[in-house]
């Protein structure tokens, strides 16, 4: 990245998200992750028995509606060629589902 501007990000998927979140300790993503699935647990959990989007396993339908409540875009801004990201900031792809997915962002830089 050269220059000055505004990177916007946004993640061509729909059971995943991007986050700008604490990058310097590792416990903030688990406790986030941990909050997310208390927040909404698996299809197969009981309290989800009303779900109804279920053939791509117990992890897909919760995937969507956690994307459907977090950003799937940011906006950072760039100077001098740098992402004027906070101290502890860093960027995160958070993955909703069980198992890793292939993950595409689109970056444009303006």
């Not at 050269?2 to 688990?30: W, Y």
């Not at 459907?68 to 589902?97: F, K, M």
Request: proline share 8%; charged share 25%; net charge positive.
């Amino acid at each position: 990245m050269r220059g000055t501007g505004l990177l916007t990000l946004f993640v061509r998927h729909t059971s995943c998200s991007l986050l700008v979140q604490e990058n310097a300790d590792p416990d903030v993503v688990r406790d986030l992750q941990a909050f997310a699935r208390r927040l909404v647990p698996p299809a197969d959990d009981p309290t989800m028995a009303w779900l109804r989007h279920t053939v791509e396993g117990p992890d897909d339908m919760p995937a969507h509606i956690k994307a459907a409540l977090l950003p799937v875009s940011l906006s950072i801004p760039v100077r001098d060629g740098r992402l004027a990201l906070g101290t502890w900031q860093g960027i995160y792809l958070w993955e909703h589902r069980d198992r890793p997915h292939r993950r595409r962002i689109a970056a444009h830089l303006a």
